[in-house]
């Protein structure tokens, strides 16, 4: 099973400013099977990026995904007040398809 | 529009048994794959199982293996979780979710999403 593990757990940051989450895999994550979701409370969880760097259908381009094999990254290039919520990664190129812990994105 | 509902969920003891639905619209549900991935209140998400478009492939997550059982009908637009043997750590949202690209493999990401239904397994 490949364990994601996100960091920072919590990433206090204000309007306008630049978000970066990692997420590192206990192994290389095959084909780039990368997602990065986004969940606000009470919601369900919202597609971002797949494939490690592409954006989903609607997605605004202030979010961008990169990295390979163990290492990824999400940038939010400049927070937007609906933007603070919680993020997950997600490694979908083997099963099972886990899921990172998530960074929470607050309002600083 | 496209669209996911998830209903069948409830409070049972442990050790029982239910089926959770979700109910698909607003695409040709019989060419996508389809997972359940579940969470826990107030914690992340857990990747729960998958089936392909034709049910021929299916993975589950170690912890349920033996105990869920996911299955679809195509010509009922409708995805299936029965949970089995249920214990506490099974109490949960269960959210069913689309893969993202037609046909494909069912190594994919999630585009569409339920809003889920809630299981809580009593003692």
């Known amino acids: 099973e490949i364990v994601l593990t996100q960091s920072p757990g919590t990433l206090s940051l204000s309007p306008g400013e630049r978000a970066t989450l990692s997420c590192r895999a206990s192994?290389?994550?095959?084909?780039?099977?990368l997602a990065w979701y986004q969940q606000k409370p009470g919601q369900a969880p919202r597609l971002l990026i797949y494939g490690a760097s592409s954006r989903a259908a609607g997605i605004s381009d202030r979010f961008s995904g990169s990295g390979s094999g163990t290492d990824f990254t999400l940038t939010i290039s400049r927070l937007e007040p609906e933007d603070f919520a919680v993020y997950y990664c997600q490694q979908y190129g083997s099963s099972p398809f886990t899921f990172g812990p998530g960074t929470k994105v607050d309002i600083k | 529009q496209v669209q996911l509902v998830e209903s069948g969920g409830g409070v049972v003891q442990s050790g029982r048994s239910l089926t959770l639905s979700c109910a698909a619209s607003?695409?040709?549900?019989?060419?996508?794959?389809m997972h359940w991935v579940r969470q826990a209140p107030g914690k992340g998400l857990e990747w729960v199982a998958v089936?392909?478009?034709?049910?021929?492939?299916?993975f589950y997550v170690d912890s349920v293996r033996g105990r869920f059982t996911i299955s679809r009908d195509n010509s009922k637009n409708t995805l299936y979780l029965q949970v089995s043997s249920l214990r506490a750590e099974d109490t949960a949202v269960y959210l069913c979710?689309?893969?993202?690209?037609?046909?494909?493999?069912?190594?994919?990401?999630?585009?569409?999403w339920g809003q889920g239904t809630m299981v809580t397994v009593s003692s």
């Open positions: 979710a689309k893969a993202l690209t037609y046909g494909a493999h069912v190594r994919d990401a999630f585009d569409i």
């Open positions: 192994q290389s994550v095959s084909g780039s099977y």
């Open positions: 607003g695409f040709t549900f019989s060419t996508y794959g």
């Open positions: 089936i392909s478009h034709d049910g021929s492939d299916i």
